[in-house]
């Protein structure tokens, strides 16, 4: 799966942390055809 880059982590109070990540078209693709196709269920 091509790669996502990921911004610096975003904490709030507590253990709330957030990342965001972008990605290109091709690796959303990949990753919606892997969910569709039962290999990304843990990601459900």
Do not use: S, V
């Amino acid at each position: 799966m091509p790669d996502i880059t990921w911004e610096e982590p975003y904490c709030a109070e507590g253990n709330n942390c957030f990342r965001i990540g972008t990605d290109t078209r091709e690796a959303r693709r990949t990753l919606i055809q892997d969910i569709k196709a039962g290999k990304a269920d843990h990601l459900l």
